[in-house]
């Protein structure tokens, strides 16, 4: 079983920036960022797939966010630029079982992140 393991969020200025971090016991075929608010779905924001680093964005953080990996590290990151008040949530690393899928399965703890205007 793949264990995650998120860092880096907390509070910011609407403007300002943050990068979270995702510590994975190893890769999947793909991994990705999610974010949550209360009485909404979890939002897919931004994936990567492994081997080819091929990205995909929503389109509410294209342009704000990079999602990137350190395969040495086994550490996917999230770096959010230009961070608005609708960022706020909380953040999930999510992973994969499946070996040519990105129908995420498997979720860290989450860490939260609070833009303020």
């Known amino acids: 079983q793949v264990q995650l393991a998120e860092s880096g969020g907390g509070s910011v200025q609407a403007g300002g920036s943050l990068r979270l971090a995702c510590d994975a016991s190893r890769y999947t075929y793909c991994m990705g960022w999610f974010r949550q608010v209360p009485g909404k779905e979890r939002e897919r924001v931004a994936e990567i797939y492994t081997r080819s680093s091929g990205t995909y964005y929503a389109d509410s953080v294209k342009g704000r966010f990079t999602i990137s990996q350190d395969k040495a590290k086994n550490t996917l990151y999230l770096q959010m630029n230009s961070l608005k008040p609708e960022d706020t949530g909380m953040y999930y690393c999510?992973?994969?079982?499946?070996?040519?899928?990105?129908?995420?399965?498997?979720w860290g703890q989450g860490t939260h992140v609070s833009v303020s205007s």
């Open positions: 999510a992973a994969t079982r499946y070996m040519n899928s990105c129908d995420f399965n498997i």
